[in-house]
């Protein structure tokens, strides 16, 4: 689904700071050679991951679901002199992609990348989280916040990806795919917790925002 009108969305990239020419790069690469390129962050929400990490300065960041990096090498824009960003995804077969881009970059001694499932991964990183990003499979969602939520540092973030789903959260509960309620529940649950506070912004395809209190 598109919320805003093409002539919107080209009008707010417009009027938004340029990606770098590594990104610029990495999305071209992943629209020509890569399935599913719409999964990429893109332009105006790599600018707001990148403006969100450089605000915070963070020392540990946390991304669950790599895909080609774009989004990871967003959020390594702001990390501390001796900050760390590890990410986490299952698919192989980009790494070597991924890796390049990281290089090329010049975060690759910054940027560590896992190839395992988060739920193993996570609790072997050490340190309280600073920002956390999560945007891989929609029904573990809630399990990847509880594994994460009592390792946030206070006034740390998390930020859900895709939590509008293309406006499917909306659709009646009996006609929900499994997608759908791990993210209609992923909802639910930020909202009832006393542990943070919550914004959802209609960025793309919805950005979740949670302050831990």
């Not at 206070?154 to 009996?174: C, F, Q, Y």
């Not at 992923?186 to 949670?210: F, H, M, Q, T, W």
Request: aromatic share 8%; with cysteine; net charge negative.
């Amino acid at each position: 689904m598109q919320f805003l009108s093409p002539e919107l969305d080209h009008y707010a990239e417009l009027n938004t700071a340029p990606e770098p020419a590594y990104l610029r790069e990495l999305a071209e690469e992943t629209r020509a050679n890569v399935e599913l390129p719409n999964m990429l962050s893109g332009h105006l929400q790599g600018r707001f991951l990148s403006m969100i990490s450089k605000l915070m300065a963070p020392q540990l960041v946390l991304e669950i679901g790599t895909y080609t990096g774009y989004s990871a090498l967003c959020l390594a824009e702001g990390l501390a002199p001796n900050g760390a960003l590890h990410t986490i995804d299952i698919n192989t077969k980009l790494a070597t992609m991924v890796d390049k881009y990281f290089r090329k970059a010049g975060y690759h001694d910054r940027i560590h990348q896992h190839l395992a499932p988060a739920t193993e991964v996570i609790p072997r990183i050490e340190g309280s989280f600073d920002l956390v990003f999560i945007d891989a499979d929609k029904p573990n969602y809630c399990n990847y916040f509880d594994l994460v939520a009592d390792h946030m540092r206070p006034g740390g973030l998390i930020i859900a990806d895709n939590v509008l789903w293309s406006g499917k959260v909306l659709s009646p509960k009996a006609e929900q795919d499994n997608e759908t309620k791990g993210l209609v529940e992923y909802a639910k649950k930020v909202k009832s917790d006393a542990r943070v506070e919550n914004v959802l912004l209609p960025i793309r395809d919805g950005l979740l925002v949670s302050r831990k209190v």
